[in-house]
């Protein structure tokens, strides 16, 4: 899929399960003690698509042990750890558009437009401008 011409998926992307959610390990701790609500992706995530989740769904949070790359077709190796999360809502807006209440139940680390963008382009190894400028917010509940 693209965001204003801009394709937001790999050339050599890899088809990894839908149902499912990625996390770093540095965030496992956060997982585990459920007190990790938003998480944010770089350009529009909402399904249908590349990598996009729907309102109301449930999906499998998955701690990364190794990661990989859709570039090089190296899939990331996952941990043991598998948590049922339901997704409450999706919104995708503009990078710099993003208030302090957007970061509500975000990782200590990503706190405004600024650390979210370096979050991103450690992550992705491109800047948000690269997906159009706007990135999806996904807010989780562990209610399912």
């Given amino acids: 899929m693209s965001v204003a011409g801009i394709s937001t998926r790999p050339v050599n992307a890899l088809d990894l399960p839908r149902n499912e959610m990625a996390f770093r390990r540095r965030y496992q701790n956060l997982l585990l003690a459920r007190k990790i609500t938003t998480v944010f992706r770089p350009g529009d ?35 043991s750890i598998r948590i049922p999360i339901k ?3 999706l919104d995708v807006k503009p990078i710099d558009s993003l208030g302090p209440e957007d970061f509500h139940g975000s990782s200590p680390d990503v706190t405004n437009s600024g650390s979210l963008e370096s979050h991103l382009i450690g992550i992705y190894g491109k800047s948000v401008g690269e997906f159009g400028g706007q990135v999806t917010r996904i807010q989780f509940s562990y209610d399912t």
């Fill in 45 to 79: 995530r909402i399904h249908p698509n590349w990598r996009g989740y729907v309102e109301g769904e449930t999906v499998t949070a998955r701690v990364i042990e190794q990661i990989g790359s859709d570039e090089l077709g190296v899939p990331p190796l996952f941990n």
């Fill in 87 to 89: 997704i409450v809502k």
